[in-house]
């Protein structure tokens, strides 16, 4: 299909950090040997399916900034996907659905999971994102409509 001056598309991925180790404090937590294996699976699921001028944008949170570093792309720290971020952070931080292109965000629960509610129903509700797991959405505006896609939800345990 092709878009129009009316029709603008987005894709938003939503990327929770894989497993962590426990501890304090909690933004120093890294990857486990398990969190590491899934965060490459993952990768290489995503990696042939990207264009090459993605944006993508990790919590400052370690665990998240090695998840987003399996993909072995250019990345940029975002606070406002951190540990305490709200579904207003990220709309904001994306630039959900203005944005033409594709933006990753590798985050954390709650948040992923309520934003993923309120993409679909309209309305946060407390769903669970895997660890690891990666939600894909497309959004386009038509005429100041906005309408959300669910493409694909992939989590390391299925790859």
């Known amino acids: 299909m092709t878009e129009t001056k009316a029709e603008q598309t ?20 890294a990857l486990t040997k398990k969190g590491l294996k899934q965060a490459k699976q993952v990768a290489a699921w995503l990696s042939p ?29 975002e606070r406002r996907i ?18 033409a292109g594709t933006v990753i965000v590798v985050g954390h629960q709650p948040t992923l999971g309520r934003l993923a509610a309120w993409l679909l129903t309209g309305e946060p509700a407390d769903w669970t994102i895997k660890k690891g797991a990666l939600w894909w959405f497309s959004g386009r505006a038509r005429e100041g409509d906005t309408q959300t896609i669910l493409r694909a939800v992939v989590g390391p345990d299925l790859l």
């Open 82 to 99: 951190g540990v305490q971020a709200d579904i207003p952070d990220i709309i904001a931080a994306s630039n959900w659905p203005k944005r």
């Open 10 to 29: 987005m894709e938003l991925l939503l990327w929770r950090h894989a497993d962590a180790e426990e501890g304090i404090p909690d933004a120093g937590r």
């Open 49 to 77: 399916r990207l264009p090459g001028d993605c944006l993508i944008l990790a919590s400052p949170a370690k665990r998240a900034q090695q998840t987003a570093a399996a993909l072995d792309l250019p990345y940029t720290t």
